[in-house]
């Protein structure tokens, strides 16, 4: 039997063991030789919580193989990770960015070539994948012969890559189409897929799920069957009809007429992406890895790739990063109160954490109806095999539906999710006072109210906040998080503690009305209303923004929202629309009456009873001057948010609007969008 080989051991060469002595290498991964010649090579990135590729761990990784090229007793590789939560999280975006376009090209070939290395080593060759293995991560994995993923919920897989303008370059967009068929891999890569282990599974991305606390003794086994009894390990291949040259010319027709549908064309990485997947299917490995190369490099250089990957940075700042001042609490125990659409969605999305909630709400009717909603969202998890049945079954447990006032001094944090309406607002409040603890944190989930006029009623007022959700709760990123001035440093920061642990994004905004993300919108919609107002088509007024990347038209996100809410949102905000008052007293109530601007039914079509609403003026305009007008709408009331202090940077106000609204991602936000329009204005 053969010693262990370690990092000092003999078989590594002199030259080897120097390189690694180079400021270039990070000393990331560790290589160990078992008494069955199986190698252990451990990815343990210095420093970090994570593991990432950059050239100094390719470089070191590249060192490893070397190793192993020298060293014919070894008849099987296993490759894994040393952090708890993380495989290989792919690429060091920041380290990318920083480089000439020359650096960058070297890198790819760097990073293709090392794993093009991994695939030819002469051993059985294992990915034993636990945590997050994405991007470049999922990349390695496919250089492999065998994957193998823990069946645990940190556990996600997938290139993500064509959501920040890029796509699979380490041989991603190579590899998963031969590896499952050309539809399967388009789905994943098109699309920037991360799914979890079982999904991946039946996608056939890894080839076996195991229990996490057996995941190293299962592939122990299994490669050790696999050396006594001389067998390679195969796998089945993609039906050859799947990648047959007619075949992928009608599924890449399809999935461009998808994918032009979705962006309009507007994002070019997911049919530069199309495009490699395709082509590389009728070239060789190497070939293929070529046309990743070309269009990665091309997508690199764009500014629309720079302002995604710029809001995934913002973003996972926010996610991540505490706040500079005051002591986030750990929070157990949460009250919500109000058991309406907002209010049960709250409370299912904190049960999901681990979070006890009591749901309170005074009638039996809504409570019961909101623990409905609540069990329809399970279910709907399950369905779609987000989560386990006994996650489903731990987030029901984690509930406590109450139509009686009862104690709520074991809560940390309570949110009231009633009606927008001011005094029934302060009502509830003056009554939570008297039921929870001093410290107990009051916050208001409210899109537009006053914060500061709720906290007037409570005794120790610095313990009250805000905290904005978007509808739908499962499904929106963003959480605003209301601070006032009395407001205590650790109020603010266990608030913004909570809403990072629900795995939402908080932007943290002052109290003034519509905060950011309604502030901005409403003027937006209304200025959508005057547009219609003037004569112009509901469809073409969608069509402009559509145009511009916005995902859902102004006229048809009023339907969405609903008319009245919209009527009564704008009337908090002082921007009153006659037309929607109108179309209120009508009965044209959007989306949830089957009829608003549009007519809702199998197809949606302009409702013209609505059209005689409106005044008689016409003015024409063209898409191209509807989109200017309200898109500069847009940036200009960002830019007023900014000059009123309602956040800290452009930086948030953009992430708020991206996350809260769906503006379109790869031009930045309003803000940086107004950057590109050289003199917007803000009128005062």
Request: aromatic share 4%; with cysteine; net charge positive.
């Amino acid at each position: 039997m053969n010693a262990l080989i370690t990092d000092s051991s003999p078989v590594v060469n002199n030259r080897t063991a120097a390189a690694r002595q180079r400021p270039d290498r990070t000393n990331a991964f560790s290589l160990m030789v078992d008494a069955s010649n199986i190698a252990w090579l451990t990815f343990d990135m210095p420093g970090t919580s994570v593991n990432i590729f950059n050239e100094g761990t390719f470089r070191d990784l590249n060192d490893r193989l070397l190793e192993l090229e020298a060293s014919p007793g070894v008849r099987a590789l296993v490759i894994c990770s040393a952090k708890e939560k993380v495989f290989i999280a792919g690429a060091d975006l920041k380290s990318i960015r920083a480089l000439p376009p020359g650096r960058v090209d070297d890198l790819l070939t760097l990073g293709q070539a090392t794993f093009n290395r991994l695939a030819a080593l002469p051993m059985v060759k294992v990915a034993m994948i636990r945590g997050a293995c994405v991007g470049g991560g999922y990349e390695l994995a496919l250089a492999c012969d065998m994957r193998v993923a823990a069946d645990d919920s940190a556990t996600r897989i997938g290139l993500p890559e064509t959501q920040l303008g890029l796509i699979p370059g380490w041989g991603g967009s190579t590899r998963l189409p031969r590896l499952i068929g050309l539809p399967k891999a388009l789905g994943i890569i098109l699309a920037g897929k991360v799914v979890k282990a079982q999904q991946a599974l039946k996608l056939g991305m890894v080839d076996e799920v195991v229990a996490p606390e057996h995941l190293k003794m299962w592939v122990q086994r299994q490669v050790n069957e696999l050396l006594r009894t001389g067998k390679k390990f195969t796998r089945p291949s993609p039906p050859w009809i799947m990648n047959h040259r007619p075949v992928a010319t009608m599924v890449a027709w399809k999935a461009k007429r998808d994918v032009m549908a979705k962006t309009r064309g507007l994002y070019p990485a997911p049919l530069l992406a199309l495009d490699v997947a395709t082509k590389g299917l009728q070239r060789d490995i190497e070939g293929s890895l070529a046309l990743e190369r070309e269009a990665l490099l091309s997508l690199i250089r764009s500014p629309e790739t720079g302002r995604l990957i710029d809001m995934f940075f913002k973003k996972e700042e926010a996610d991540k990063k505490a706040l500079p001042r005051g002591h986030a609490l750990p929070v157990t125990d949460v009250a919500v109160i109000g058991a309406g659409v907002m209010g049960s969605g709250i409370a299912h999305w904190l049960a999901s954490k681990g979070v006890r909630v009591v749901l309170s709400d005074i009638s039996r009717e809504a409570l019961a109806s909101g623990m409905v909603r609540v069990r329809k969202l399970v279910g709907e998890g399950v369905k779609r095999r987000a989560i386990t049945k006994k996650e489903a079954r731990d987030t029901l447990d984690h509930i406590s539906p109450a139509h009686t006032p009862v104690p709520l001094h074991r809560c940390q944090v309570i949110i009231e999710a009633a009606t927008e309406d001011l005094e029934l607002k302060k009502r509830i409040f003056a009554g939570l006072a008297s039921r929870c603890h001093p410290d107990t944190i009051l916050a208001t989930n409210t899109s537009a109210l006053s914060v500061t006029a709720l906290a007037s009623v409570v005794p120790h007022p610095e313990r009250v906040i805000g905290l904005h959700f978007f509808n739908p709760v499962h499904r929106m990123p963003l959480i605003e998080v209301i601070s006032l001035p009395e407001s205590s440093d650790d109020a603010v920061a266990t608030a913004f503690g909570l809403v990072q642990r629900m795995g939402k994004t908080p932007v943290l905004v002052k109290d003034s009305p519509g905060f950011i993300v309604n502030r901005v919108l409403i003027p937006y919609l209304m200025e959508a209303v005057r547009l219609f107002d003037a004569g112009q088509s509901p469809h073409d007024i969608d069509e402009a923004m559509l145009d511009f990347g916005m995902p859902m038209g102004p006229m048809r996100l009023l339907d969405e929202i609903g008319i009245d809410v919209a009527a009564h949102v704008a009337h908090t905000l002082q921007t009153a629309s006659d037309t929607l008052s109108r179309m209120v007293d009508a009965g044209s109530l959007g989306k949830k009456s089957g009829k608003g601007f549009y007519l809702h039914g199998r197809r949606t079509t302009v409702n013209p009873a609505v059209l005689s609403l409106r005044p008689s003026a016409k003015t024409a305009m063209n898409q191209a001057d509807l989109q200017s007008r309200l898109a500069r709408l847009l940036s200009d009331e960002a830019l007023r948010c900014l000059k009123d202090g309602c956040a800290a940077t452009a930086g948030d106000i953009d992430l708020a609007m991206v996350l809260g609204t769906g503006y379109a991602s790869f031009r930045g936000g309003p803000i940086a969008y107004s950057l590109t329009l050289g003199n917007s204005v803000i009128k005062d």
